[in-house]
């Protein structure tokens, strides 16, 4: 056997599980409540059908472009690279990479509210109160600590996880079916009367923008449907990564759809967008009683404290790959003798704990930190798009493929393209300036690795970053002033 290569490939099954594990998280428990936020049922399901199409083209993508361009190994940077330089990559790499950070703390939020939704743990409240905070936070750097000592999420702790999932999920699924209520369903099908359970105040919108509020929250419950990706090194066939990433993503949406629209059959959207926090565990205990909601909320907790190793340490290694790859300062590429990203991981896990006290002073609950997160995912997902919409067109990697192959790929691109220029329409303004403010923290590291490669500033990069500051000095000033609020 050659020095470096694997010797326990990955099947079909492996990444399979790899990419149904690293999509499905806390997200789908509090997703009743997170789809019902700014919409009623029509809504909702026009939503759905969106992101379903789009998540679909996306995972095409993916897939194509791993088969047709093996020798870019570093997935979402690559490619994104490839399309729009350094810049791109870095965006895209520290981009996606903050952007998980800030999904870190969004699990750390719904992580305590489910400890809150306990008698014993009432000052926990939303996982938003100050001791909520204090105790996430200390968690926070106890796990950095962890990875700091190499210690990585192991086969049976994944298992546990996986299985602390899949029986709350199940459940959930199989008694919604017989609880389901067609007359609840259909009473407020096509309403375009929304309740906004922040400032309690019925709000006039239309099912097109209903949609729109759908789509940051299906969204951030998809992102990871490119984890396939990630292990293409690891694969015994690297047609089994493209196989895994549709087989997974239809399961994914299978059961994310699933969840969201039955639960429109048990209760009203009112009441359902009123639940504490994860809202599943409150459409649990409508169903069976108490019971329900201690299962889902013991599973959750179980499943979040068991994945955030993993998750915290993939964050920090997105960032790194901008160090490995040449867009930024070769520090954040800087690893310890246990071969943890240390300086990467400093950054994100800084990421994280800025946005959870963030979270404790604006009262910013679980929906606006995934909104948060998701806005800094979606540029990314655009620009891979724009980039597999451009080889398609210049033939990069088709070589001697038939022309049917290389349509095919042209219409999921188009499609992907589509679909991720309107999440960036759907995120609206408002995030895409907190994005900016995000990128920014970035840049010295981009500029030290301008330094240190000797490189002249492009026109190009110099336009783009001055575009980016404006915009983040525009966030920041709308912060101070109170014209971006966390509603």
Same mark, same amino acid.
Request: aromatic residues 10%; charged residues 10%; positive net charge.
């Given at each position: 056997?050659?020095?470096?290569? %694997?010797?326990?490939?990955?099947?079909?099954?492996? #990444?399979?599980?790899?990419?149904?594990?690293?999509?499905?998280?806390?997200?789908?428990?509090?997703?009743?409540?997170?789809?019902?936020?700014?919409?009623?049922?029509?809504? %909702?399901?026009?939503?759905?059908?969106?992101?379903?199409?789009?998540?679909?083209?996306?995972?095409?993508?993916?897939?194509?472009?791993?088969?047709?361009?093996?020798?870019?190994?570093?997935?979402?940077?690559?490619?994104?690279?490839?399309?729009?330089?350094?810049?791109?990559?870095?965006?895209?790499?520290?981009?996606h990479g903050a952007g998980d950070a800030i999904g870190n703390a969004s699990y750390l939020t719904v992580l305590f509210s489910a400890f809150g939704s306990f008698a014993i743990?009432?000052y926990f409240g939303n996982g938003t109160t100050w001791p909520a905070v204090i105790i996430a936070s200390i968690l926070l750097w106890v796990i950095?600590?962890?990875?700091?000592?190499?210690?990585?999420?192991?086969?049976? #702790?994944?298992?546990?996880?996986?299985?602390?999932?899949?029986?709350?999920?199940?459940?959930?699924?199989?008694?919604? %079916?017989?609880?389901?209520?067609?007359?609840?369903?259909?009473?407020?099908?096509?309403?375009?009367?929304?309740? !906004?359970?922040?400032?309690?105040?019925?709000?006039?919108?239309?099912?097109?923008?209903?949609?729109?509020?759908?789509?940051?929250?299906?969204?951030?419950?998809?992102?990871?449907?490119?984890?396939?990706?990630?292990?293409?090194?690891?694969?015994?066939?690297?047609?089994?990564?493209?196989?895994?990433?549709?087989?997974?993503? #239809?399961?994914?949406?299978?059961?994310?759809?699933?969840?969201?629209?039955?639960?429109?059959?048990?209760?009203?959207?009112?009441?359902?967008?009123?639940?504490?926090?994860?809202?599943?565990?409150?459409?649990?205990?409508?169903?069976?009683?108490?019971?329900?909601?201690?299962?889902?909320?013991?599973?959750?907790?179980?499943?979040?404290?068991?994945?955030?190793?993993?998750?915290?340490?993939?964050?920090?290694?997105?960032?790194?790959?901008?160090?490995?790859?040449?867009?930024?300062?070769?520090?954040? !590429?800087?690893? !310890?003798?246990?071969?943890?990203?240390?300086?990467?991981?400093?950054?994100?896990?800084?990421?994280?704990?800025?946005?959870?006290?963030?979270?404790?002073?604006?009262?910013?609950?679980?929906?606006?930190?995934?909104?948060?997160?998701?806005?800094?995912?979606?540029?990314?997902?655009?620009?891979?798009?724009?980039?597999?919409?451009?080889?398609?067109?210049?033939?990069?990697?088709?070589?001697?493929?038939?022309?049917?192959?290389?349509?095919?790929?042209?219409?999921?691109?188009?499609?992907?393209?589509?679909?991720?220029?309107?999440?960036?329409?759907?995120?609206?303004?408002?995030?895409?300036?907190?994005?900016?403010?995000?990128?920014?923290?970035?840049?010295?590291?981009?500029?030290?690795?301008?330094?240190?490669?000797?490189?002249?500033?492009?026109?190009?990069?110099?336009?783009?970053?001055?575009?980016?500051?404006?915009?983040?000095?525009?966030?920041?000033?709308? #912060?101070?002033?109170?014209?971006?609020?966390?509603?």
């Open positions: 056997m050659k020095k470096g290569e %694997i010797k326990n490939k990955v099947g079909l099954g492996g #990444l399979t599980a790899l990419v149904v594990g690293g999509t499905i998280g806390s997200g789908i428990f509090a997703l009743p409540a997170t789809m019902t936020e700014g919409a009623n049922p029509a809504g %909702i399901l026009l939503g759905w059908a969106i992101v379903a199409l789009g998540m679909l083209a996306l995972a095409s993508v993916y897939r194509n472009l791993t088969l047709q361009q093996p020798e870019i190994d570093d997935g979402i940077y690559g490619w994104s690279k490839r399309m729009f330089g350094n810049v791109g990559g870095f965006i895209a790499a520290y981009g743990f009432k950095v600590f962890l990875v700091l000592k190499g210690v990585h999420t192991e086969t049976w #702790l994944n298992n546990l996880t996986t299985i602390a999932k899949i029986i709350p999920i199940t459940a959930f699924l199989v008694l919604a %079916i017989f609880n389901f209520n067609p007359h609840i369903f259909m009473a407020h099908f096509a309403s375009q009367n929304v309740f !906004n359970v922040t400032i309690h105040h019925w709000s006039h919108i239309s099912i097109f923008n209903q949609s729109k509020n759908v789509l940051l929250a299906a969204m951030w419950t998809l992102i990871g449907i490119e984890s396939g990706t990630i292990f293409a090194t690891r694969a015994k066939k690297l047609s089994d990564v493209a196989k895994a990433t549709t087989i997974g993503a #239809l399961i994914v949406i299978t059961l994310l759809v699933g969840t969201s629209i039955l639960s429109l059959g048990l209760l009203s959207p009112k009441t359902i967008s009123g639940l504490h926090a994860p809202s599943m565990a409150g459409l649990m205990e409508h169903m069976v009683g108490p019971w329900g909601s201690w299962l889902i909320n013991i599973c959750l907790i179980i499943s979040v404290l068991g994945a955030l190793i993993a998750w915290v340490n993939l964050s920090a290694e997105e960032v790194r790959l901008a160090g490995r790859g040449g867009s930024s300062s070769k520090w954040l !590429n800087g690893l !310890n003798k246990n071969e943890a990203p240390i300086n990467s991981l400093f950054v994100t896990a800084g990421i994280t704990q800025v946005l959870m006290i963030v979270a404790g002073a604006y009262s910013a609950g679980y929906e606006v930190l995934l909104k948060f997160s998701t806005s800094l995912s979606i540029v990314p997902y655009l620009m891979v798009s724009l980039y597999a919409l451009k080889s398609v067109i210049t033939g990069i990697g088709f070589g001697n493929q038939p022309l049917k192959q290389r349509i095919t790929s042209g219409i999921w691109a188009v499609i992907a393209v589509c679909f991720t220029a309107f999440m960036v329409y759907g995120a609206g303004l408002k995030y895409l300036l907190l994005a900016a403010i995000v990128w920014m923290t970035g840049f010295p590291f981009y500029y030290k690795g301008k330094k240190e490669r000797s490189e002249k500033w492009g026109k190009t990069e110099l336009v783009a970053w001055i575009v980016i500051m404006v915009m983040a000095i525009v966030g920041i000033y709308s #912060l101070i002033t109170g014209a971006i609020t966390f509603d």
